[in-house]
């Protein structure tokens, strides 16, 4: 299955009963499809070690940030992050990884954790177009912004239909008597 780029669009750190959440948004496509919105139910701490890895590192490393280390002293480098299934409401992922004699291995992963070395290896997100087809939504900025390009099509067809004629007012009220 081909996979699709994925951008973390954002990050909600619930608390209590409300579900902590990340929103992850597919690039613009070249074809210009719309782009589509893929949610993913976290919990509220790996929501917060997502959000501390996009806003920097703190003064003592994290778990997420230990791993990235000892991947890194082990010689590796982490490549990308995929989310490869979803089953109901369960999501699966893969972190990559490139060893020094240039193979690559997949680790199975939560995507919650998978992001949260993501962002902080600055590596790219990946979605199975299979995840985005079963739990995908719409990026409803992308149907506004297809709907106004859409009104702006027809108002600019009317506008080139129009003739000299249609502005006579004088002629008209002639017409008329």
Do not use: W
Request: net charge negative; with cysteine.
């Amino acid at each position: 299955m081909p996979l699709r780029r994925m951008d973390i669009e954002s990050v909600i750190v619930g608390d209590g009963p409300i579900a902590s959440l990340v929103v992850l948004r597919t690039r613009e496509e070249a074809d210009g499809a719309t782009s589509r919105q893929l949610p993913i139910r976290i919990g509220s701490f790996e929501a917060t070690a997502i959000t501390m890895g996009v806003n920097g590192r703190s003064g003592r490393p994290m778990t997420h940030d230990l791993l990235c280390s000892v991947v890194s002293e082990l010689g590796a480098s982490c490549v990308s992050v995929r989310v490869m299934a979803v089953q109901g409401t369960t999501f699966f992922a893969q972190v990559e990884l490139e060893r020094a004699d240039g193979e690559h291995v997949f680790l199975d992963a939560r995507p919650s954790d998978a992001l949260a070395i993501a962002v902080r290896e600055e590596v790219p997100v990946y979605a199975e177009e299979s995840v985005l087809d079963a739990a995908a939504m719409p990026d409803f900025r992308g149907v506004e912004k297809d709907e106004k390009a859409h009104e702006l099509e027809q108002f600019h067809a009317f506008v080139e239909s129009l003739s000299p004629e249609d502005f006579n007012v004088a002629n008209r009220d002639q017409d008329s008597e």
